[in-house]
């Protein structure tokens, strides 16, 4: 049984930061990316950033120069840091990690207004 422990979420202030985590657990084979996607009420979920194992990046354009994804493999866990939040960033973000399977977190809001 594969798990995915996300944390991090909260409300702040447009221009903060907040930094989620998300820590992979059970019987996880070969996994080639670990990331983050985001999805507010009527819309489709997108992808925010994600990582391959030899560290190789990819970062919606949204974000760009504003988040940072990185992982430790060691511990199959991923971060997401996200600085200079706007209120548009609002949504739920979901940890994913992709194998021959796609896991999902359970999803952690992250509010930004003032």
């Known amino acids: 049984q594969v798990q995915l422990v996300e944390s991090g979420g909260g409300l702040v202030q447009p221009g903060g930061s907040l930094r989620l985590s998300c820590a992979a657990s059970?019987?996880?084979?070969?996994?080639?990316?670990m990331g983050w996607y985001r999805q507010v009420p009527g819309k489709q979920r997108e992808l925010v950033a994600r990582?391959?194992?030899?560290?190789?990046?990819t970062y919606a354009d949204s974000v760009k120069g504003r988040f940072t994804i990185s992982r430790d493999n060691a511990k199959n866990t991923v971060y997401l840091q996200m600085n200079s939040l706007k209120p548009e960033d609002t949504a739920v973000y979901y940890c994913?990690?992709?194998?021959?399977?796609?896991?999902w977190g359970q999803g952690t809001q992250v509010s930004v207004s003032s």
């Open positions: 994913n990690v992709q194998t021959v399977i796609t896991y």
């Open positions: 059970g019987s996880i084979f070969r996994i080639n990316f």
């Open positions: 990582m391959t194992t030899s560290g190789a990046t």
